[in-house]
């Protein structure tokens, strides 16, 4: 059983930055794929960026690759995405969830296990 919990969302003007966090319980954290999710209203939930057990492999789709970061640190049980650039479309719940695989994955059904999501609002 893994829980998380994100935080570091909020309201930024357009062209700036978040550094969104996700805490992990458990003692096997380093063993997880952690992914980075997110939903505006109205939208399905998209894929915003992966990253593997040791953290030696990312992935981001083109909607995001250059501005936004995907890192661990398996010490501290945490993983974390730093986001520039900041555009009004980036608005959304972002999520982050882990996937008992040691892989990167960039697809929802491949995660076992969800945070509450935070709450990113970039205004124009």
């Known amino acids: 059983q893994v829980q998380l919990v994100e935080s570091g969302g909020g309201l930024v003007q357009a062209g700036g930055s978040l550094r969104l966090s996700c805490a992990a319980s458990?003692?096997?954290?380093?063993?997880?794929?952690m992914g980075w999710f997110r939903q505006a209203p109205g939208k399905e939930r998209e894929f915003v960026a992966t990253?593997?057990?040791?953290?030696?492999?990312?992935y981001y789709p083109d909607s995001v690759k250059g501005r936004f970061t995907i890192s661990r640190d398996n010490a501290k049980n945490t993983v974390y995405l730093q986001m520039n650039s900041l555009k009004p479309e980036d608005t959304a719940v972002y999520y982050c969830?882990?996937?008992?695989?040691?892989?990167?994955?960039?697809?929802?059904?491949?995660?076992?296990?969800w945070g509450q999501g935070t709450q990113v609002t970039v205004s124009s």
């Open positions: 969830a882990a996937a008992p695989i040691t892989s990167i994955g960039d697809s929802p059904r491949m995660y076992d296990y």
């Open positions: 990253i593997n057990s040791s953290g030696s492999n990312t």
């Open positions: 458990g003692r096997t954290f380093s063993t997880y794929a």
